[in-house]
């Protein structure tokens, strides 16, 4: 063989094992991997892989842009079943303009907020308090954001105690109270809210 020759098979060799190694690197590994599905209905994935002595987790949702009008949707079926949960977070979908309605629209935010009240959704009749505390889509009434948050109160809500007790306290739609506003906003401690932690604290310094 001469020396071209043998140059020529050289460089044949040389481009045939670079494609191998091209190729082995970009054969991904086989991934072992077993997947179930809980009793409330979550797919688990597990892959386990002993290399190395960590553990890792990843929560996957279905949700956003695709999935928000979908989810509406569905929420407004479990809404029409007399779910008070789904019919607030429909009156805050359209209050914000998110999670699949298009625009804000308080009038219908309203509608929502009133029907998870009447199904004794105590977040819900707090929204509607504050629908008309601040004047939200209608005209302000101090009377019956009073109504709804004490409403809100009895079901045990601690934002409709909150801010029950702040109204008995500064004399907003109903006598000043400064006991009455104590007690509510101790509710309200108690169930969780801490500013109304603090404001108890605030009052009885004074």
Not at 80 to 98: M, P, R, V
Not at 164 to 185: C, F
Request: include cysteine; proline fraction near 4%.
């Amino acid at each position: 063989m001469n020396v071209r020759g043998a140059r020529l098979l050289v460089a044949a060799f040389v481009i045939a094992a670079a494609s191998l190694t091209t190729s082995a690197a970009v054969r991904p590994p086989k991934l072992q991997y077993d997947i179930s599905t809980l009793p409330n209905g979550l797919t688990l994935v597990l892959s386990e892989d002993h290399s190395t002595p960590i553990v890792h987790l990843q929560v996957w949702y279905h949700v956003g842009s695709k999935n928000e009008k979908k989810g509406r949707l569905l929420r407004e079926k479990a809404c029409d079943l007399k779910d008070g949960k789904s019919c607030n977070d429909l009156g805050t979908a359209w209050s914000e303009g998110k999670n699949g309605a298009p625009k804000p629209d308080f009038v219908k935010a309203k509608g929502f907020y009133e029907k998870a009240c009447k199904l004794a959704d105590g977040l819900g009749c707090f929204n509607l308090g504050n629908v008309y505390r601040v004047g939200e889509g209608v005209k302000k009434d101090v009377r019956l954001a009073f109504a709804n948050f004490q409403k809100s109160c009895e079901l045990d809500e601690a934002k409709g105690c909150t801010e029950l007790g702040i109204m008995h306290y500064e004399g907003t739609g109903t006598p000043q109270d400064a006991d009455k506003a104590i007690a509510l906003l101790e509710k309200a401690c108690k169930l969780g809210s801490q500013p109304a932690c603090k404001n108890v604290e605030k009052i009885r310094k004074k």
